[in-house]
């Protein structure tokens, strides 16, 4: 009986399906981290400043949470940079474990009543850290999954980094609502609360393990190799052979050129980073402290609001591989500037206020984010890629979606929340814009993204070879 060696691609096929799961479970845990700071914020809003004042305690922790959020660029930036020069996995393990530094930090600090303002320094340290590695794991993770996955299959692989969004937030929901019925208010008070960030540090250990066994992307190591070769003055004679130099296969991108698709990709970002942020992370907290749900219940709903929109996300990457990437975010951008209004108005203090428009709202954006982490990718040429993805993503995030949660409180508060309506409709528009400006990108090789011609064809659907378009 003779010995048949494994099929090589049947092998990388799956090495890859272990690398996307591994990438894919940190993802979660730092978003579940991440979350986790939403969903237990009145209670964080009591122990760590001053508690005479609900309102502006819940006000604060908003504020800290956008503060964190200011700091995602930054870390887009740097480790962008580290992953395109060092690699992916690189930045993936290193980000994971500042991230699970700030939630160890905040799962022990001492409360207002221990060392008194101290307590909310603390805390914006601790998101500080948070903000800056969930900046470069963003937009390594968006990399990464981009460049590994099949072209013609790229909508549905990228789906599954805001799959790990959700699934984070889920966890992050789904836990809130068994500490606050099993233990009850005061019992989170005084230490539950603390649970849900200890979990996550300590969970970190697994991923951990997942994540060193990871493949480096094909992509990032072949551009990688070109550079270096082409870097190499022996490499002269052996570029040159054949009808062009090796170096003529890098996209050349002037400065112009790339702070322009920065700039398209930040205003892109707007209306689905701030849909996703009020309809995610803020209108439970309205629901309980505005219109007074029952804590348990509005965490409840909201776990029940995303599992359904968990299902929806890898469906609508689906379908974006056969109908193209423009259709389902232009749908997403004028169904949510016309109907955030009459949903919110529709939130009260019985469990189906929240439940019917939540779903609606995070179920239009996920018509938008499953394909999220494809188009980004597909924007921004390989030997820039993490860079361009890190800052235009985290800079969009920072000042529309981290902003958001604060600014309704801030307008609710003040008794105007149809201004924070219109704001919306705003960013909207600007996602609406910027897309009527990209052209269609559905199946594109990524190796090359800047070569692609203006009447490029897409993909056919199921196809899983890679398309050659350099020119």
Same mark, same amino acid.
């Given at each position: 009986?003779?010995?048949?060696?494994?099929d090589?691609?049947?092998?990388?096929?799956?090495s890859?399906?272990?690398?996307?799961?591994?990438?894919?479970?940190?993802?979660?845990?730092?978003?579940?981290?991440?979350?986790?700071?939403?969903?237990?914020?009145?209670?964080?809003?009591?122990?760590?400043?001053?508690?005479?004042?609900?309102?502006?305690?819940?006000?604060?922790?908003?504020?800290?949470?956008?503060?964190?959020?200011?700091?995602r660029?930054?870390?887009?930036i740097l480790?962008?940079?580290?992953?395109?020069?060092?690699?992916?996995?690189f930045?993936?393990?290193?980000?994971?474990?500042?991230?699970?530094?700030?939630?160890?930090i905040?799962?022990?600090?001492?409360?207002?009543?221990a060392?008194?303002?101290?307590?909310?320094?603390?805390?914006?340290?601790?998101?500080?850290?948070?903000?800056?590695?969930?900046?470069?794991?963003?937009?390594?993770?968006?990399?990464?999954?981009?460049?590994?996955?099949?072209?013609?299959r790229?909508?549905?692989?990228?789906?599954?980094?805001?799959?790990?969004?959700?699934?984070?937030?889920?966890l992050?929901?789904?836990?809130?609502?068994v500490?606050?019925?099993?233990f009850?208010?005061?019992?989170v008070?005084?230490?539950?609360?603390?649970?849900?960030?200890?979990?996550?540090?300590v969970?970190?250990?697994?991923v951990?393990?997942?994540?060193?066994?990871?493949?480096?992307?094909?992509?990032?190591?072949e551009?990688?190799?070109v550079s270096k070769?082409?870097?190499?003055?022996?490499?002269?004679?052996?570029a040159?052979?054949?009808?062009?130099?090796?170096?003529?296969?890098? +996209?050349?991108?002037? =400065?112009? *050129?790339? @702070?322009?698709? #920065?700039?398209? $990709?930040?205003?892109?970002?707007? /209306?689905? &980073? !701030?849909?996703?942020?009020?309809w995610s992370?803020?209108?439970?907290?309205?629901?309980?402290?505005?219109?007074?749900?029952?804590?348990?219940?509005?965490?409840?709903?909201?776990l029940?609001?995303?599992?359904?929109?968990?299902?929806?996300?890898?469906?609508?990457?689906?379908?974006?591989?056969r109908?193209?990437?423009?259709?389902?975010i232009?749908?997403?951008?004028?169904?949510?500037?016309?109907?955030?209004?009459?949903l919110t108005?529709?939130v009260?203090?019985?469990?189906?206020?929240l439940?019917?428009p939540?779903?609606?709202?995070?179920?239009?954006?996920?018509?938008?984010?499953?394909?999220?982490?494809?188009?980004?990718?597909?924007?921004? +040429?390989?030997?820039? =890629?993490t *860079?361009? @993805?890190?800052? #235009?993503?985290s $800079?969009?995030?920072?000042?529309? /979606?981290? &902003? !958001?949660?604060?600014?309704?409180?801030?307008?609710?508060?003040?008794?105007?929340?149809?201004?924070?309506?219109?704001?919306?409709?705003?960013?909207?528009?600007?996602?609406?814009?910027?897309t009527?400006?990209?052209?269609?990108?559905?199946?594109?090789?990524?190796?090359?993204?800047?070569?692609?011609?203006?009447?490029?064809?897409?993909?056919?659907a199921?196809?899983e070879?890679?398309?050659?378009?350099?020119?």
């Open positions: 009986m003779s010995y048949q060696a494994p090589t691609a049947v092998v990388a096929s799956a890859k399906k272990k690398s996307m799961i591994a990438a894919t479970a940190g993802n979660i845990l730092e978003w579940y981290e991440w979350s986790a700071y939403a969903v237990f914020a009145p209670f964080i809003a009591q122990v760590v400043f001053e508690p005479s004042s609900t309102a502006a305690g819940i006000l604060a922790t908003f504020g800290v949470f956008a503060v964190s959020f200011l700091f660029p930054l870390g887009g480790f962008g940079w580290l992953a395109d020069r060092k690699g992916r996995k930045v993936l393990i290193f980000t994971m474990l500042m991230m699970s530094a700030g939630s160890l905040i799962g022990i600090m001492p409360t207002y009543h060392v008194g303002v101290w307590s909310a320094v603390i805390l914006l340290a601790a998101r500080v850290i948070q903000g800056f590695a969930h900046g470069g794991e963003s937009a390594t993770s968006t990399t990464y999954v981009a460049e590994i996955a099949p072209s013609a790229r909508g549905l692989w990228s789906s599954v980094v805001h799959i790990a969004i959700v699934g984070g937030s889920v992050a929901y789904g836990l809130g609502a500490i606050t019925t099993t009850g208010d005061q019992a008070l005084d230490w539950a609360w603390r649970v849900p960030f200890l979990i996550g540090a969970a970190a250990l697994g951990l393990y997942l994540r060193r066994h990871m493949d480096e992307s094909d992509v990032f190591e551009d990688a190799a070769t082409s870097a190499d003055p022996g490499s002269e004679a052996v040159s052979m054949g009808s062009a130099p090796v170096a003529a296969a890098v +996209p050349v991108w002037g =400065r112009w *050129r790339t @702070i322009r698709v #920065a700039v398209r $990709m930040i205003l892109f970002t707007a /209306g689905i &980073t !701030a849909v996703h942020y009020t992370s803020y209108i439970s907290t309205y629901a309980i402290s505005s219109q007074g749900m029952d804590p348990s219940t509005a965490y409840w709903v909201s029940v609001a995303q599992c359904i929109v968990l299902v929806s996300l890898p469906l609508f990457g689906m379908l974006s591989d109908i193209g990437r423009r259709p389902q232009l749908f997403f951008a004028v169904a949510s500037a016309i109907l955030v209004m009459p108005a529709m009260g203090d019985v469990w189906w206020t439940l019917v939540q779903t609606v709202a995070l179920c239009l954006w996920a018509l938008a984010s499953s394909i999220f982490a494809a188009m980004q990718a597909e924007n921004f +040429p390989t030997h820039m =890629r *860079r361009g @993805i890190g800052f #235009a993503y $800079m969009g995030v920072a000042v529309f /979606g981290g &902003t !958001a949660p604060y600014l309704n409180q801030l307008f609710v508060g003040w008794g105007t929340e149809w201004v924070f309506h219109v704001y919306i409709m705003v960013l909207c528009l600007f996602t609406l814009i910027t009527l400006m990209m052209r269609e990108t559905r199946g594109i090789d990524l190796r090359d993204v800047d070569a692609v011609p203006a009447n490029h064809a897409p993909a056919p199921g196809t070879r890679e398309i050659d378009l350099s020119v």
